[in-house]
């Protein structure tokens, strides 16, 4: 290994091991700071695009050291969603120059993954059987692939080499060989857990190797002794059968005695543990660390720590404790693609933290759509919203924002950087809206990260933030504003939406004080008994779920009431592969297709598979499903005839995404053009004045 040293002076000493150059192979990287190949959904006709382009610039333009671009598929048999280009196709050639260049241009190092889904693809978009060591089904993806013959494996090794020679031709300064983790193809090889083969390739962990260093010697051919080739290793399988961390030592020694591997990225898990593959906040941070440590210390070559590395000091200290030689902050740079710049600059308070969630990234692949970024709407939309996009406003308008949500925060944030003067305003004495309030459900405080990084940017950027005030349409009219973004978020409706698709109008019986909305008990404190009803109308999200999880944790007897197939199913896929058996260990009760119909006293009336019972003795009812947005107010200023324009749940309920990436878009889109003196009074016609460019 070698690695270059220089000094970090500028940089707060405690981040210092983070920006030392290291070499891999014979490539040098500016710094430790590693964004990891992971699925984006931005392929046009299975090619590189220029989406990727301004992607991975913008990382680039971030910091970053060394940059992954994954999941290029090696094989007409692999395709995981349509959005991943083919490496085996010469086409993609002109398409990775124009990345390799624009990540050059900023100076990072790019390299291309090499993958196959093996079993864990869908046939749906190759038209072809899986591939597979095994004709046995992936216990996620459950499709019965198609055992390989000797000829098949011949292919897959060849198509290695392919892919890396389009690799090389493209400007890539490496290629990375993926499927060694996360049980897709050569991973399925490697593992016992899904490597049931009685020829040379099965059995012993010598014979499980075989196709993984045949790829390693064809890749290296290909490219020739000076060219950088990286492995992405399984650190443990944490599956039946599966592999260890002893195995994992073995694997990445036989790599590295072959002479022709320059690192070693270590993650872990299967679709058997499929919540692993991309830990959301159900995990610990740094999860994967003491992996890559046990790796490291059996190699003589570099190792890449992965596994929810989000915050500064958790990186630097990694490598200070010597368990890595780099550190992937992978969704980190999603969130926030200048996070390595900030850290540099020592404006770590700025830095827009990935908070586990998943659902702007991986779960939107799941619904064939680019990955983005729940708080980075720039994320996958980098040519509108990225780095240099944001114009300064020729006037400056007084605009007001009535809601400190996320939608409104956000709104605020870029109205302001534009020049605009903007006034915030809120109910409650504090920000954050209904973040605030799901960031107190157990093991979702992370969310709060959200509404923290808005706090800090609406206070750089002299918002006029005015808290505990309700204004009325009149009030705000006195204010001359130029412009008005209603951000008023939505409430709890009071009544079961669900229901309404049961005929049922209006529910009897919620108007009871022991039937109570998640608001109550989270931001109110209202009292809950030890038996207690969630009741979820079919918004299934993590408010009833997680509170659920909370009460049973507490002690309390539950019962989860749901129209859904099973308390879960709305979540992301990987979210849900934990959160589902979290919900059937907890001992909670889970009415699955059931409705409450009616409350009287402590007996609850259900309609459950479409039969009519009843629950007797609940103490507490928890109206957990669908809100309703609040509009009032949105509409007496709709008809006073003023500039206006609504964000977030005040459109309609749904997710922080929706909130944060509208109230972005309407502040871009805030009125700029001169106004007629006819059109304004005198007093704000004086305050249009033009911002100087």
Excluded at 140 to 164: C, Q, R, S, T, Y
Excluded at 359 to 383: K, M, Y
Excluded at 442 to 452: H, L, N, Y
Excluded at 578 to 589: D, E, N, Q, T, Y
Aim: proline letters at 5%; one cysteine or more; a negative charge.
């Amino acid at each position: 290994m070698t690695a270059t040293i220089s000094s970090a002076s500028s940089t707060p000493a405690a981040l210092a091991p983070l920006f030392e150059p290291i070499t891999l192979g014979n490539v040098q990287i500016r710094n430790r700071v590693v964004m990891t190949g992971h699925g984006t959904g931005m392929a046009k006709d299975y090619l590189p695009s220029d989406q990727h382009v301004a992607y991975y610039r913008e990382r680039a333009m971030g910091g970053a050291g060394l940059i992954g671009m994954a999941f290029p598929q090696i094989h007409p048999t692999s395709q995981d969603v349509p959005g991943e280009p083919h490496s085996y196709n010469p086409a993609i050639v002109p398409g990775l120059r124009k990345i390799a260049d624009a990540v050059h241009e900023h100076g990072a190092r790019i390299v291309m993954q090499l993958g196959h889904g093996g079993r864990q693809g869908h046939s749906t978009f190759t038209g072809r059987a899986l591939w597979s060591p095994s004709n046995t089904p992936c216990p996620f993806n459950l499709e019965m692939p198609k055992e390989m013959e000797l000829e098949d494996i011949d292919e897959i090794v060849d198509a290695h080499a392919v892919g890396a020679r389009h690799a090389k031709a493209g400007g890539m300064d490496g290629v990375e060989i993926h499927s060694g983790y996360g049980g897709y193809l050569l991973a399925s090889f490697l593992s016992p857990f899904s490597n049931h083969r009685l020829d040379e390739y099965g059995g012993s962990l010598e014979n499980r190797m075989r196709i993984m260093l045949r790829v390693i010697d064809a890749v290296r051919e290909e490219v020739g002794p000076d060219y950088l080739v990286g492995m992405n290793l399984q650190g443990h399988d944490y599956s039946p059968g599966g592999l260890e961390v002893s195995d994992a030592q073995k694997i990445a020694q036989a790599c590295v005695a072959t002479g022709k591997i320059d690192y070693i990225c270590v993650k872990a898990a299967t679709y058997n543990e499929a919540h692993q593959n991309v830990p959301d906040m159900q995990h610990p941070k740094r999860i994967w660390e003491s992996l890559a440590a046990a790796v490291r210390s059996v190699v003589d070559v570099p190792v890449i720590a992965v596994g929810r590395i989000n915050e500064p000091a958790d990186a630097a200290e990694i490598l200070a404790l010597g368990h890595a030689d780099m550190v992937a902050m992978t969704r980190q740079q999603i969130a926030d693609p200048e996070t390595v710049n900030k850290m540099r600059e020592g404006r770590v308070e700025e830095i827009r933290r990935c908070i586990g969630c998943n659902q702007g990234c991986i779960d939107r692949l799941f619904s064939v759509t680019h990955s983005s970024c729940v708080h980075n709407p720039a994320a996958g939309f980098e040519q509108e919203l990225g780095i240099g996009t944001l114009v300064q406003a020729v006037f400056r308008r007084r605009v007001v924002i009535i809601g400190a949500g996320p939608a409104g925060m956000k709104a605020a944030e870029i109205a302001a950087q534009q020049g605009h003067e903007v006034i915030l305003i809120d109910r409650r004495n504090r920000t954050g809206g209904q973040l605030r309030i799901a960031a107190k459900i157990k093991g979702r405080s992370e969310i709060g990260q959200v509404i923290d990084h808005l706090d800090v940017m609406i206070a750089k950027h002299g918002v006029d933030l005015r808290l505990g005030w309700s204004p009325t349409a009149d009030e705000i009219l006195a204010m001359q504003p130029d412009h008005v973004i209603v951000a008023t978020g939505s409430a709890p409706s009071g009544d079961i939406v669900g229901n309404l698709a049961q005929g049922i109008r209006h529910t009897p019986g919620l108007d009871q004080d022991h039937v109570v909305s998640v608001w109550d008990v989270l931001d109110e404190g209202k009292a809950v008994g030890d038996r207690v009803a969630i009741v979820d109308d079919g918004e299934g999200g993590w408010k009833g779920i997680g509170l659920a999880l909370q009460m049973r944790e507490e002690g309390r007897h539950v019962e989860f009431i749901t129209p859904l197939p099973y308390v879960g199913s709305k979540l992301g896929p990987f979210s849900a592969n934990l959160a589902v058996p979290r919900v059937l260990a907890s001992g909670m009760v889970t009415r699955p297709f059931s409705t409450l119909t009616g409350v009287d006293g402590s007996t609850l009336h259900v309609r459950e598979r479409g039969v009519d019972t009843t629950l007797p003795d609940i103490d507490t009812v928890v109206l957990a499903g669908w809100h309703r947005p609040v509009v009032d107010l949105y509409f007496e200023l709709k008809s006073r005839g003023i500039s206006l324009e609504r964000v977030g749940d005040a459109i309609a309920s749904r997710t922080m995404l929706e909130a944060v990436h509208e109230g972005e878009r309407a502040a871009r889109r805030i009125p700029n053009a001169a106004m007629s003196t006819s059109a304004r009074t005198a007093d704000s016609s004086a305050r249009v004045v033009e911002v100087a460019r």
